[in-house]
């Protein structure tokens, strides 16, 4: 009778078709379990004189390191849909609260705006809160409200008004991130 199940096409059949059935549930169920959140960042943005835009972006990146003797915080963000970018480090971050950029610390804060990442080498696709504008002010200015930092996690609310080396003006407002460390 052994021999008789061994080489039975119905019986292979039905344990082909029952491996293949677990397979195929066992990756539904892969699937479906929540996917650690890589978090986002959304905001308008706009560059030179064009009208804002909405950048988003669902794979943001958070780093916390040690610089300078102190805790540094560096934000990477690059719209889903476009080359822009933008680009915070802030130093002394050790809590939540308001963060200015450039800042008075010791340190500079620095925030960037970026219009092509592609074009890394050109140089007025960089905007930084540093540099004058056309009129040889320099008002570049931003803000980093960080309204939740944990060990790993990172909640917040960011503008920034930065300047080209042509004396451009880009804007970043009403940006919202979270993200994981």
Avoid: W
Wanted: glycine share 8%.
């Amino acid at each position: 009778m052994k021999k008789q199940f061994k080489n039975n096409p119905v019986i292979l059949v039905l344990a082909l078709l029952l491996c293949i059935v677990t397979v195929i549930t066992y990756s539904k169920n892969v699937e479906s379990l929540p996917k650690k959140s890589q978090g986002f960042f959304s905001g308008k943005i706009s560059f030179d004189s064009s009208l804002n835009h909405k950048i988003y972006c669902d794979k943001i990146q958070v780093k916390k390191s040690a610089e300078r003797g102190g805790t540094v915080l560096t934000i990477v963000v690059t719209d889903n849909n476009s080359p822009e970018s933008v680009f915070v480090k802030l130093y002394n971050v050790n809590n939540k609260g308001t963060f200015f950029i450039p800042g008075e610390g010791d340190f500079q804060n620095v925030g960037n705006l970026i219009k092509d990442v592609n074009q890394f080498r050109q140089e007025s696709n960089f905007y930084q809160t540093t540099l004058a504008n056309d009129e040889g002010l320099k008002n570049g200015v931003g803000r980093v409200n960080i309204i939740k930092l944990t060990e790993d996690e990172i909640e917040g609310e960011l503008i920034i008004i930065a300047n080209n080396s042509e004396g451009k003006q880009a804007q970043l407002e009403s940006a919202r991130f979270k993200a994981k460390f």
